[in-house]
């Protein structure tokens, strides 16, 4: 009589395994998410055999030889920015984004510029028909020898298949689509997600060969399937934007050969993907000078700093409860500025509705925005607008004082490239570094302190 399999029941949602179904998943709380999966055979686990042959074997570290890891560097330097100075041969790259943002298209760009530079390319897909993918590569101008399309989703299929290419680089579009024939569940389920990234872990490591994974989004935002996935690979990328807006922002949440928090600014046209060489005069260009609810700030993303306009507009409410909107920042952030506004410098805003947003589309989260926060709302309550050369930065604590920064001469050196005057910057940021010619540093200890350097005009 043949051996029963035992089955275990999972939930889609974070990955929880339990050894009987149950309604609602204790450890996220999601509903109806519990499937049912035949548990894997211990013996049948792989360990990490190259190509060749060779196993992995424990070594003392004195015997390890390291050196800085080689970098391929692409034809786009704001991709090249956010990996770190270009792609890793043996690393693993998770790139999530919104349905229609732009993933295949970066990666197919990508793609052939790898190519370029003399490595061979293999182009998993398991969404497209070869067809498809040949044409999106004719509109975008993708063409190269060493360039290979595989429509497959079979995992076993896709690691016979570089085992006889030896290809530089692989990239599978998308993890979601895998399929581990040794795994009874369905594609795109928790073990499936889970066991084809782990192959592919092993092909990365043991072979040197950089792998490109494009991972679905929930709509929520957050990358579908286990967050182990995440943990697993050597850097995650988002690929955000509108899809009714042209310009898309990659940014970096986690890498292990480079800074995170780092982006890198696109715009999409008829040709593919074109990089922006100046993200700050593209968040600025459409400012209206001397508007009152207007106030531009340094704000730091990863190594670079980026001009950004922040707007605010304050309106006396018609209801009971006065209603707060942010976009682009931080609710709670708002909340608190508006009550320390109140509180410190004697403005009555609790009557009052506030619809705050950072303008261009870019998400701001450092505390360093509170100061141009702070201006906008008082620029647009008291209806006096802020000088079109002035820049803010600077964390705003409960009490009112202005906190210091991080990186400000990087601040500053921006706004000067960019034509500002003045910039107001914490009071003990000042002091062991040269300030730039063409403007004027003003060191500001309180909120209330900044309105009135500020000057705000009728």
């Not at 998770?94 to 390319?121: R, Y």
């Not at 480079?258 to 922006?276: K, P, Y």
């Amino acid at each position: 009589m043949a051996k029963k399999k035992s089955t275990k029941f999972v939930c889609q949602a974070c990955g929880y395994e339990s050894p009987k179904w149950m309604g609602r998943c204790p450890n996220c709380g999601s509903w109806n998410e519990m499937v049912e999966e035949v548990v894997a055979d211990k013996n049948d686990r792989r360990s990490r055999v190259s190509m060749t042959g060779v196993a992995a074997k424990a070594e003392p570290i004195q015997r390890i030889t390291v050196s800085k890891e080689p970098r391929i560097k692409t034809k786009l330097g704001e991709l090249n920015r956010v990996l770190g100075g270009g792609v890793v041969p043996g690393s693993l790259v998770l790139i999530g984004g919104d349905p229609g943002i732009g993933k295949s298209t970066l990666l197919l760009q990508v793609s052939a510029q790898l190519n370029e530079t003399g490595g061979k390319v293999l182009y998993v897909s398991g969404e497209e028909s070869a067809t498809q993918i040949k044409l999106r590569a004719e509109r975008l101008g993708v063409d190269g020898g060493n360039f290979y399309i595989y429509p497959e989703t079979d995992m076993s299929a896709i690691r016979q298949t570089v085992e006889e290419l030896k290809p530089d680089y692989v990239i599978i579009d998308s993890i979601q689509t895998m399929n581990q024939p040794d795994v009874t569940s369905a594609a795109g389920s928790v073990s499936q997600v889970r066991e084809s990234t782990a192959d592919l872990m092993r092909i990365a490591k043991t072979n040197n060969i950089a792998i490109f994974i494009v991972g679905h989004v929930t709509k929520e935002g957050a990358l579908a399937g286990p967050r182990m996935l995440e943990h697993m690979v050597d850097t995650v990328l988002y690929f955000e934007g509108d899809r009714h807006q042209s310009f898309r922002v990659l940014r970096a949440v986690k890498n292990r050969y480079g800074s995170t928090n780092e982006i890198g600014i696109f715009e999409m046209r008829n040709g593919g993907l074109a990089e922006v060489l100046n993200p700050s005069e593209m968040f600025l260009e459409e400012r209206l000078a001397g508007e009152n609810g207007s106030a531009v700030v340094a704000a730091m993303e990863g190594t670079r700093p980026i001009l950004a306009e922040i707007q605010a507009l304050i309106t006396p409410t018609v209801f009971g409860n006065a209603r707060r909107t942010a976009s682009g920042v931080d609710y709670n952030r708002v909340s608190v500025i508006m009550a320390v506004l109140e509180k410190r410098a004697g403005m009555l805003l609790q009557n009052q509705d506030a619809y705050l947003k950072a303008a261009g589309g870019v998400k701001l989260s450092e505390p360093a925005i509170d100061l141009a926060i702070a201006i906008s709302i008082v620029s647009s309550y008291q209806e006096k607008g802020t000088n079109s050369t002035d820049c803010f930065v600077g964390e705003i604590g409960l009490t009112g004082e202005v906190r210091r920064v991080d990186r400000i001469e990087q601040r500053v050196n921006e706004a000067a490239k960019l034509g500002f005057k003045r910039i107001f910057i914490p009071k003990n940021n000042i002091g062991g570094w040269d300030f730039p010619k063409g403007i004027e540093v003003i060191g500001v200890a309180t909120i209330t302190d900044c309105i009135q350097k500020a000057q705000l005009r009728n």
